[in-house]
């Protein structure tokens, strides 16, 4: 074999794994079309409700998160009776919270 030869053949191979490649590759974005987040960002109002739905459980999920660990924190404190400037602030606020509690129909 001479060297024209061989390159020719070694060209051809790499040229039919290139084509199993890009054929591969067009399968897989085939299928990544097909994907729900794809089919999801091709309308802007699917999107833009997406984003809003997304953004308000996130609110929510804050808000609840912040109730419940404040709440635990100034309980916390206010079992704290030998710092008698933080115990009688917490005391306080517990109290506050309890008669806001109370006063609620």
Partial sequence: ???ETRTKDGADGREAGL???VRALREELTL???HRMFLLYQSVPQ???FRLASGMAM???TVIGATVLLSV???SLSQIEFIPIIGDWAAQVS???SETDDARP
Avoid: F, Q, S, Y
Wanted: no cysteine.
């Fill in 47 to 49: 999107v833009l409700l």
């Fill in 32 to 34: 990544l079309r097909k």
């Fill in 19 to 21: 084509d199993a490649e």
């Fill in 95 to 97: 109290r506050a919270m």
């Fill in 59 to 61: 609110g929510l999920g």
């Fill in 1 to 3: 074999m001479t060297d």
């Fill in 73 to 75: 924190i100034v309980w």
